[in-house]
């Protein structure tokens, strides 16, 4: 393919080459019929109008955007929800590592708050009664408290006990003996609370042992502070084991299967956007000033269809390839159809020239005889004329003359070739 032929901008030359080669031998059989002497043709007016010069290159079809999914956290893959090739939307899940560590260690987190939130709302009780007359009170009401803690703290331990008994047998699952254990966590921690916050009370009588306590209440409020980052920590990785799609798209590589591990350095999707696509092609400095940024150009891929894709350039090199000695110039173009795929080539072609009201014939009209273009016109008396002309742009349907017409002359496109200046015709068609 070559990389820098010159195409029309307004018409298929295949197209006029078949229809003009039935006319040529119309033409020919016509001339034979009528009189031997007389060639028949086929005419046309001279017009004005717009022409182009375009050039061709070869072009590689990229994705707009291409994203590498990868995960926050390692971990087990539970599930897989897509396969390459599927169409996904922003949000969608990809795929779900196993959170059950995770939501173990977020119960766990939860009890130790609620332990001290209990923690610190004895120490501001402990406090106020240190500095009020309701000691004894408060006293009795901590042993009760104290001895609750203590029966619940047993309950706890024997059942954890039941539990794991039964979970050596097999006959409750692991989440169970988990659960009984942070139970007993729980009721345990509960239990040295109630202790302390007693203890606390029979030995605070005395301002010492308010200062202490006020202490000790500023400590159990830190720690509730620590223990609630730590919380919203495993919270915000409880939701990173669900890996979402961060754009629409298709997914253009998938290297992950439930029950495999996952690591923070691997890539187990790649997603790439083709709802508009790139057009990478390389020019050559002998037309790279003609490109400019948001001109248009056309893209053609025999293999999806022989209509032109239309495209916007948006971008243009401004410093060559220091190995290829080309410029890259990136066009982007419209695939809601999703017919165009990354990795596909075609051809862009570009306008580098262009001008309007200009002189235009056929270009099959233009022949050429010691190195000068002339054509044949058609005259009153039916005798053809032939007139050397000067071109400019040339294309594979038109071609502009500078110099020789003046655009209102009656143009000889069939039969020119077996003329000579001032022979006779017969107009079999116009």
């Not at 956290?73 to 897989?80: A, D, F, L, N, T």
């Not at 345990?188 to 209440?217: G, P, R």
């Amino acid at each position: 393919m070559n990389l820098k032929r010159i195409v029309s901008s307004i018409g298929i030359c295949s197209i006029l080459f078949i229809s003009g080669c039935g006319v040529e031998n119309k033409v020919l059989s016509t001339a034979k019929a009528v009189n031997p002497k007389m060639t028949s043709v086929v005419v046309n007016k001279v017009v004005k109008g717009d022409i182009s010069k375009k050039v061709v290159y070869i072009g590689k079809i990229e994705p707009k955007q291409k994203i590498s999914v990868v995960s926050k956290i390692p971990g087990v893959v539970q599930e897989v929800n897509f396969d390459i090739g599927d169409m996904v939307k922003k949000g969608d899940a990809l795929f779900k590592i196993d959170d059950r560590d995770i939501r173990n260690s977020i119960e766990d987190l939860q009890a130790q708050i609620e332990s001290s939130e209990i923690s610190i709302q004895t120490q501001e009780k402990q406090i106020e009664s240190l500095k009020g007359s309701q000691f004894e009170n408060q006293l009795n009401q901590l042993n009760q408290n104290l001895k609750m803690a203590q029966i619940q703290c047993d309950e706890a331990k024997n059942n954890l006990e039941d539990v794991k008994k039964l979970f050596k047998e097999g006959i409750v699952p692991q989440n169970d003996l988990t659960k009984s254990e942070n139970a007993y966590k729980k009721a345990k921690t509960s239990l040295e609370s109630a202790q302390k916050a007693y203890d606390l009370m029979i030995n605070s009588i005395n301002e010492e042992n308010v200062e202490k306590a006020q202490k000790q209440l500023e400590q159990a409020k830190l720690n509730k502070e620590r223990l609630e980052i730590a919380l919203k920590n495993a919270q915000n990785k409880l939701n990173d084991t669900i890996i979402k799609s961060p754009i629409d798209g298709v997914i253009s590589k998938k290297q992950i299967e439930a029950g495999e591990m996952v690591g923070n350095n691997s890539i187990p999707f790649e997603i790439v956007q083709t709802d508009k696509v790139y057009v990478d092609a390389k020019l050559s400095e002998q037309y790279i000033d003609e490109i400019k940024k948001n001109s248009s150009a056309e893209i053609y891929i025999d293999s999806v269809s022989d209509k032109a894709f239309k495209g916007q350039i948006k971008y243009v090199s401004p410093a060559a390839d220091e190995r290829e000695l080309t410029y890259l110039v990136r066009i982007e173009v419209d695939n809601k159809q999703n017919l165009l795929n990354p990795g596909m080539f075609c051809e862009a072609h570009f306008n580098v020239e262009n001008k309007s009201n200009a002189v235009l014939v056929p270009t099959e009209a233009v022949l050429q005889e010691e190195g000068k273009n002339y054509v044949f016109i058609a005259k009153e008396n039916s005798l053809a004329q032939k007139i050397v002309v000067k071109t400019g742009l040339q294309n594979e349907k038109n071609t502009e003359i500078l110099s020789g017409l003046k655009g209102e002359e009656i143009i000889i496109t069939k039969g020119q070739n077996y003329l000579k200046d001032g022979g006779s015709i017969k107009v079999v068609e116009k």
